[in-house]
Every structure is written in C-alpha cells, then in structure tokens.
C-alpha cells in the first residue's frame, strides 16, 4: 500500500531536519507545504531547504514559481496531488512537509469551491487599500463574513482582500469543472498525519536563532533586491520581508525591524498551532522524539 506521510507544525520547530531524516531512511521523496517556499527568488526569509539538501533530497515545490506567479490552496491540492500519483510509481513513501495549514488541508481533504482568479480583480484592491487604506476594505467586506474573522486577519489587508474576492468572485466548482484524479487516488492512500512542536520557550529560542541566522545568510540584501513596487503582492506580506522594506524605507531601524521579525514570526507560530490544533487525526510529537517518531512510523505503515 502507498503511504503519505504529513510532517507539520510551527515555523522553526524541527520539521525540515525531520523529513530529512526520514528521507534519508527511507530513501523517499519530500513535497514542500509551505506556501512561501514555492518562490526562487526569496530563499532565506522563506528558510528554503540548502543547496545541499536540495542537491541530495528529491524536493518538489521548492523555488518552483517566480513572484509573479501565484499557487493558491485549490491549485496546490491538484498539482501536488498529481505529483504524488507520479512519485508513488516509485515510490512507497512520500513525505509532505511544511506548516501552511490550509495548503496540507487542501491536499488531504480538498477544497471544492475557490475564487476564480482575476487579476484585474486584486489590483483594484490594492489600489483601494493603498489610497483608502484598510478600512475600505473592511467597509467592502459584507458584515457577516468580517463578523467570523480573528482579531489579526481583521487587521491584515492581504487577508481582507482574500474574502472580498470569496464574496464577489465567481466560484470555480472543482470536482465538476477540473477532474481531479488526486481525489479518488487518495482513497487508496495510507495517510499518516503528524504535528511536532517543542515546548514555547525552545520555539522561541529557535526563532530567535533563525532570525539572526538569516540576517547572516544575506536576508536584507534579498529583500533590497526585490523591486519595491512588488512588495504588495501577497508572496510578500511574509514575517521578515514587511519589516526589512520599512527599514529600507526609513521608517525604522534595522534593530527593530529585526525585533518586530522575531515578535512577528513567534505571533505566526502561535497561529500555526492555534489551526493544527482543530485538526483531527493529528500525531503530536516533541521535537526531540526521533527515535520514538521513527518507532511511530514503522508500525503505521503499510
């Protein structure tokens, strides 16, 4: 039988070092989750996997698409799927590794019903947002959808701007309009789903040495690379580019804007765990429980 493992949880908890070594066992290819990953062009502020690991791991959806392009959850769930049927021709064992909630969730549930895309659509968002600012785009937003966000997405334009484009785009219905060969393959899938986190005070120290690990790597050249005019496409709103452009831009110093990265990243870690926590059919693990992980995982598969 075929096996899909799932390895998630929050931003710097262990996971990639984790698929690595259950790869290496294995000798299994590995599908990056992770929604920022899929662009070349911003590998450290999205912690890529090493040239290395890239040269000695079968990665996919790893620096796949340019800025310009987009992969939403609906699109991720056909193309990723797609790719697993192609890899299990080979394979027994494919790991799926990232910490986009609704990515994996698309993957292994799927999502029926997405915008359709429409770029003329967003620009005249943006442009809203950026002469109007953020209220506007609460104000375009029906009530009763603004009523069920948390208190950040209320605050966070990319997210807004995400469900005015659910409430006024025409919805593109999968299962009836793309065939999707993913959904019955999945059937005949063994999917085994784990969540690993270390405790808070670990996840915060590990966030903290990531930041100034990527600041080391070159993380303000990558962004000062980047035109200005594109940091409003939704690849951008990440922890760590938002920051290091309004550093470039003077309105803060490079030591708080590092500050906020680290503030920024540990508020996107607690969202992580706040979504996997309402998943069911999640293995918790300890960052620190390979051996049991690996014990785990024998007597799971099939």
């Known amino acids: 039988m075929k096996n899909l493992l799932v390895i998630t949880g929050p931003t710097a908890s262990g996971k990639t070092a984790l698929a690595e070594q259950i790869a290496t066992i294995y000798n299994c290819p590995i599908i990056s989750a992770d929604s920022r990953q899929f662009y070349e062009e911003i590998p450290i502020g999205t912690a890529q996997p090493s040239r290395e690991s890239l040269e000695k791991f079968d990665y996919h959806f790893v620096a796949n698409l340019s800025l310009q392009e987009e992969m939403s959850a609906g699109q991720f769930e056909r193309e990723a799927g797609s790719k697993n049927i192609e890899l299990f021709k080979k394979h027994n064992l494919v790991i799926v590794c990232g910490g986009s909630g609704l990515y994996i969730k698309a993957l292994l549930d799927g999502l029926d019903f997405y915008p359709e895309k429409d770029e003329t659509f967003r620009n005249s968002l943006i442009e809203l947002f950026q002469t109007k600012g953020l209220q506007a785009l609460i ?43 993913w959904r019955d393959y999945k059937q005949q899938v063994n999917i085994i789903y784990t969540a690993i986190s270390p405790e808070r005070e670990v996840l915060y120290k590990n966030i903290d040495t990531r930041v100034n690990q990527m600041m080391l790597e070159g993380l303000e050249n990558e962004v000062r690379q980047l035109p200005l005019l594109l940091k409003h496409i939704n690849a951008l709103q990440t922890v760590g580019y938002k920051e290091l452009f309004e550093y470039i831009e003077g309105t803060i110093d490079l030591p708080t804007a590092i500050d906020h990265i680290k503030q920024h990243t540990r508020n996107y870690a607690k969202k992580q765990l706040t979504w996997l926590r309402r998943e069911k059919n999640i293995q918790w693990f300890a960052v620190d429980d390979s051996l049991k992980y690996v014990d785990f995982l024998q007597q799971n598969l099939k």
């Not at 029906?142 to 334009?157: A, V």
């Not at 995400?162 to 793309?178: F, G, S, W, Y």
Request: proline share 14%; no cysteine.
């Open 139 to 181: 104000d375009r937003l029906p009530q009763e959808i603004y009523n069920t966000l948390n208190g950040s997405d209320k605050m966070n334009p990319q997210r807004l701007m995400r469900h005015i484009e659910i409430a006024e785009l025409p919805q593109t219905v999968l299962p009836e309009d793309k065939p999707n060969p």
